[in-house]
Nanobody, 126 residues
């Protein structure tokens, strides 16, 4: 498997929106579950949202449910994270990861993800 590549980060004011993209290689994701995670300075990486590539089923962390939307476009091998009503506490590096462990659990709380992309910085100012 080849790690995906994230894009779309930037700096916005609180209440604003951003859309992140997670692009798979030309060979696809090599998994049926893709997730968005984030890591703020001094904190451990936390799950944000996950999606099953095949049927589009999604899960969200409590911190972002109702504000973020994860989606996929299988014709482009791309997973998106639409982030609305952004808060300063959403500031972090956002990573896209692939569920790779045997018998993986596709959920933001799962530790079964790997093949991380390089990440994209999101900064929300108050």
């Amino acid at each position: 498997q080849v790690p995906p590549v994230e894009s779309g980060g930037g700096s916005v004011q609180a209440g604003g929106s951003l859309r992140l993209s997670c692009a798979a290689s030309e060979y696809g994701y090599g998994t049926s579950c893709v997730g968005w995670f984030r890591q703020a300075p001094g904190k451990t990486r936390e799950g944000v949202a996950t999606i099953w590539i095949d049927d589009g089923d999604t899960q969200y962390s409590d911190a972002v449910r109702g504000r973020f939307i994860i989606s996929r476009d299988n014709t482009k091998n791309t997973v998106y994270l639409e982030m609305n009503s952004l808060k300063p506490e959403d500031t972090a590096i956002y990573y896209c990861g692939l569920a790779v462990a045997e018998g993986y659990v596709c959920a933001p709380t799962s530790g079964d993800f790997g093949y991380w992309g390089p990440g994209t910085q999101v900064t929300v100012s108050s």
